[in-house]
C-alpha cells in the first residue's frame, strides 16, 4: 500500500468527524532506527530504536497532530488557523495552512524561537507576531482569541491534534510487530506523551499489543511536572520543551503513571550530551529531542533503571537542522589553513 500520510493510513482509528477534509504532506511513517551503539551503554542484551521524527515534512512529529487539525478545521470551513508556538508547531501549521490555503498565525517567544523553525514559518507564509513574554504567555492569548473569534486553534489543546499524533504509537507497534517495555520522550507542553498513551491503550484494547512504561522527560530548568508547580520563568537550552505551564500537564501525570513509568528532568549539558551521542550514530536531532536518552542515561547512571534486555523506543522528536546554532555555541570553530595541497595533508596527518 502506498504510503497516504497518517490519516488516510489510520483512519479507522481516529476519533474525527466526518467532515474531515484530509490535508496532508504525506507525514509518518517515519524510520525506526536500530541503535546498537547506544544499546551496548545502556546494557547488556538491551535493544534500543530511535523514532525518528525529525524525518516529517517540517521537521518535527507536531506534522502527524497539524495534519489533523488542520483537515477538521478545513472541513468545517475555517478560514484562518492559529498557534502559540516555540518554533516547530508554527512551522507545521504554517505549513499545512498553507496548502489548504487557510491563513495561518503564529504568535512566538520573542528571542527563544530556533532560527530553522522561524525561517520555515515565514518561508510557508505565515503572519508571525512574537511577544515579550514566554510562550505560556504567548497560548493564553491564543486561546482567547480563538474563543473571541472564527480563528481555530491548533495548539495541542485541540483535541484533533492528538488524535494525529496517537499514530506514532500504532506505527511502533506495526513495525516491531510488538510493542518496545520503555519509551522515551521529551515532555514540554505535554501532547505528544498524551498522545503516545492513548495510541498504545487504544492498540491494547484493540490487538493485545502490550503497553510500554513511558519515561517522560524535562529539562531542569523547565520542569513544572516534576517540581509539582508551574515555572515562572522557563529556561533550558532545548527551546521545544521551554514551557512552564504544560497544556496537558494533567495527562502527561496520568500517562506516566497508569503506564508505570515516570516524569524526570535532566540538565541541558545531559542534554547536548545524549545530542552529541545520538549524532556519533548518525541521526543528527534537535536538543529536546535528545531529551528522552538523556533521562534515560541518567536513570541509568542513578542506579534507577535496569536497561538488561530491555526493549527501549527513544522518540527523537525534531531534526537537527532545525537549530544549527546549539552546534555553533558548543564546538570549536573548523581549523583554517592555506588552500594548499601541503597544508592539507600536514592538517589531516599531524593532529588526530
Ligand atoms: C513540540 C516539541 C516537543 C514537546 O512536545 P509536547 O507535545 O509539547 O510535550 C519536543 N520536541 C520537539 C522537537 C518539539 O517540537
Redesign the pocket.
Known amino acids: 500500500m502506498a504510503v497516504q500520510g497518517v490519516i488516510d493510513r489510520y483512519r479507522p482509528l481516529l476519533n474525527i468527524p466526518e467532515y474531515t477534509q484530509t490535508v496532508t504532506l504525506l507525514e509518518g511513517s517515519t524510520p525506526l532506527i536500530p541503535m546498537p551503539k547506544i544499546a551496548e551503554v545502556l546494557g547488556k542484551g538491551c535493544k534500543v530504536w530511535v523514532k525518528f ?2 524525518l516529517n515534512p517540517t521537521g ?3 506534522d502527524r497532530g497539524m495534519t489533523v487539525a488542520i483537515s477538521e478545521a478545513v472541513g468545517r470551513g475555517a478560514k484562518a488557523v492559529i498557534c502559540a508556538s ?4 508554527a512551522a507545521s501549521a504554517a505549513a499545512y495552512a498553507a496548502r489548504s490555503g487557510l491563513r495561518a498565525i503564529v504568535l512566538i517567544p520573542k528571542g527563544k524561537v530556533a532560527a530553522g523553525k522561524l525561517a520555515g514559518a515565514v518561508a510557508y507564509g505565515a503572519d508571525v507576531f512574537q511577544i515579550n513574554g514566554s510562550f505560556d504567555d504567548a497560548l493564553s492569548l491564543v486561546v482567547e482569541i480563538s474563543n473571541r473569534t472564527p480563528i481555530a486553534l491548533v495548539n ?1 489543546l485541540n483535541p484533533f491534534r492528538l488524535e494525529g ?1 496517537k499514530t506514532a504509537a500504532f506505527e511502533i507497534c506495526d513495525e516491531l510487530g510488538f510493542s518496545p517495555d520503555w519509551l522515551c ?11 503516545y498513551w492513548m495510541g498504545f491503550k487504544e492498540y491494547n484494547e484493540l490487538k493485545g499489543t502490550p503497553k510500554p512504561r513511558i519515561l517522560g522527560v524535562q529539562a531542569e530548568g523547565s520542569a513544572p511536572l516534576v517540581l509539582g508547580h508551574p515555572v515562572e520563568n522557563p529556561e533550558t537550552i ?1 527551546t ?2 521551554r ?1 512552564g505551564k ?1 497544556a ?1 500537564g494533567e495527562q ?1 501525570l496520568e500517562a506516566a503513571e497508569e503506564s508505570n513509568g515516570r516524569i524526570i528532568s535532566v540538565s541541558d549539558d545531559a542534554i547536548l550530551s545524549a545530542q552529541c551521542m545520538l549524532a556519533a550514530s548518525g541521526v543528527w ?2 536538543p ?2 535528545a ?1 528522552g536518552l538523556a533521562g534515560l542515561l541518567h536513570e541509568i547512571k542513578a542506579g534507577k533503571f535496569n536497561a538488561d534486555g530491555k526493549k527501549i523506543t527513544i522518540v527523537c ?2 531534526h537537527g537542522m ?1 537549530d544549527p546554532d546549539i552546534i555553533a555555541h558548543s564546538m570549536p570553530a573548523p581549523r583554517l589553513i592555506t588552500a594548499r595541497a601541503e597544508d592539507l595533508e600536514a592538517a589531516i596527518l599531524g593532529e588526530k
Open positions: 521524527e525529525g518535527s512529529f507536531k516555540t518554533g516547530n508547531t495541542s499524533q520522550l521529551p515532555v514540554g507542553n505535554a501532547g505528544n506523551i498524551s498522545s532545548a521545544a520543551i514551557i504544560p496537558r502527561a536531532v534537535e529536546a529531542s531529551a522528536t525534531g532545525k
